[in-house]
């Protein structure tokens, strides 16, 4: 699988451990070697918080 492209969604209840197994899967996956980019689902920003807030 060389060379191969993979998503990765990490869903769940608020509290669930979405970012405890993030960090995880992160550090095994660039041990490994591979390059890794982590993104988040817009409402989880600051910036969008600043939009919810004033509409």
Do not use: D, Q, W, Y
């Not at 492209?5 to 979405?18: N, T």
């Not at 197994?21 to 550090?27: D, M």
């Amino acid at each position: 699988m060389s060379g191969s492209a993979r998503f990765i969604s990490l869903e769940g209840l608020e509290g669930v451990g979405k970012t405890t197994n993030l960090t995880f899967i992160k550090e095994v996956i660039e041990r490994a070697g591979h390059e890794l980019v982590v993104t988040r689902e817009p409402g989880g920003t600051e910036l969008c918080r600043t939009f919810e807030a004033n509409p």
